[in-house]
Every structure is written in structure tokens, then in C-alpha cells.
């Protein structure tokens, strides 16, 4: 099983997003005879989309930019599982993650016309065969919980794939995860979820279970507002 981590933070290895990634891989790593390869996006030369739709009708399936992108389409594509990690900014996606997105669409047959509805969102094919590929997002943020401010994220990526084809690992509260005297936590933490990579080597999926318990809040919301209104009010101006 090749395993692609692809790292859409510019803080690279600090990144609090590559921490959890990192130790889904290793659970993944345990359970299983599987090769992982990272890349760092914010090394790459990545230029933005132009809307150009030269990738559906002068070189089909071929992006006309020639670029770092290249060599990530390629390998997604001899990928067997494809984690996308980045932080979640102003409530979206990370600027660089967003931008090797929109250079994905040559893996998309062209818009006919198809109206998306509420049981059917993906209004346009793949145009390889990903059905025996396994997608996973790994996202950290500073907010108390997951469940609201990920809505526009997973709205995106059920466009893009359609409900259920793909896993979320969405982990609430990084920054204070972070402090030296959350380490305990951290540490409990990243051993549920390199459980939950475990998990997903097995089973190509997680758990209802699972799922909750590595999106879940790890200290109680207030102790989390407390501390961020402590952090902001002794912050230097």
C-alpha cells in the first residue's frame, strides 16, 4: 500500500496538522506493508489556475502549466492512499493546499451541463479510475471544536468526491495542544489516532466511534476559552 502525505502548511514540519498526519501514517505504518512518501507544497512551484480549460480541450487530462504540480498529479496517481493535510484558515482550506486543489481539474472529465443536487453532488466525472484509492483529509485548528467550522471544507470535498468518499481527521484546540503542560493530552491523543491509522489499514475506513473520538474536544470548550482569552488579552501589542 504507497501512501502520498501531502503537506499543505507553510510552517512545514512544525506544522501541528503534520503532527496528526504523521501519526495516522504510523498507525498505518503498523498495520500494514506500506511505503509513505511526504512533499511539502510549500516547496514546490505551484502556480495558480487560470481557468484556461486547456485540461478538457486542447491537451485532455493535461494541464498547459508546466510546473511542481506535474509531479503531484503523478503521484497521486500511483498512490494507493492520499492524505491531504493543512491547517484550516478563516474557516477554508490553506491558501497552498486551495491552489494545488484548483490545478487537480485535469483529473475531471469537462462540465456537461449536470445539476447537482442534495443526493448527488458531484456534477462531474473522474476521468481515471480512483475507485480503489482512499482519501483522507488531516486538519488542525485553534478552535474549540470541529463540528461548524469544518462545514465549508467538507462541503468542497463533497463536490469534488461525493459524501463518504473520503475520511476526515479534524483536530480541534492545536494551538493549546501545543503548551508544555498539555503534553499528556497530545501525547493520548496522537496514540488515538495512530489507533485510528491502525484502524484504516485494516478496514479502508473508520468507525463511527473512531471518527468521533480523534474529532473530538480534548479539553472542555470553556477551559479552551479561558486559556485563548487569557492567550489574546497578555499577547504584546
Known amino acids: ?37 511526504e512533499l511539502e507544497l510549500g516547496k ?16 485532455p487530462g493535461q494541464c ?3 510546473d511542481d504540480m506535474d509531479t503531484v498529479r503523478r503521484k497521486m496517481l500511483e498512490s494507493d492512499v492520499i ?5 484550516l484558515y478563516f474557516f477554508g482550506i490553506s491558501s497552498k493546499m486551495k491552489t494545488m486543489l484548483d490545478r487537480l481539474l485535469p483529473f475531471k472529465m469537462p462540465y456537461k451541463g449536470r445539476l447537482a443536487t442534495k443526493d448527488d453532488p458531484v456534477i462531474m466525472d473522474f476521468r481515471y479510475d480512483f475507485g ?3 482519501l483522507v483529509l488531516v486538519s488542525s485548528c485553534a478552535h474549540a471544536s470541529t463540528d461548524i467550522v469544518y462545514e465549508a471544507v467538507t462541503k468542497e470535498f463533497d463536490l469534488i468526491c461525493g459524501p463518504g468518499n473520503y475520511t476526515a481527521v479534524f483536530c480541534p484546540q492545536g494551538e493549546i495542544l501545543m503548551l508544555d503542560k498539555m503534553q499528556p ?7 488515538k489516532v495512530r489507533a485510528a491509522g491502525a484502524e484504516f489499514a485494516r478496514c479502508g475506513s473508520l468507525d463511527e466511534k473512531t471518527r468521533a473520538a480523534v474529532c473530538a474536544p480534548l479539553i472542555p470548550v470553556r477551559a479552551v476559552e479561558k486559556m485563548m482569552t487569557g492567550y489574546w488579552e497578555d499577547y504584546p501589542q
Open 44 to 59: 514546490l512551484e505551484i502556480n495558480h489556475c487560470t481557468g484556461c480549460f486547456g485540461c478538457w480541450k486542447v491537451t
Open 83 to 87: 492524505i491531504l493535510s493543512f491547517p
Open 1 to 37: 500500500m504507497k501512501t502520498l502525505i501531502i503537506n499543505g502548511s507553510l510552517k512545514g514540519d512544525a506544522s501541528h496538522s503534520m503532527m496528526v498526519a504523521r501519526s495516522f501514517a504510523d498507525g498505518l505504518r503498523e498495520a500494514s506493508d506500506c511505503g509513505i512518501e
Open 64 to 66: 498547459v502549466i508546466k
Open 132 to 134: 480503489g484509492k482512499k
Open 185 to 191: 493530552i497530545l501525547n493520548n491523543y496522537l496514540g
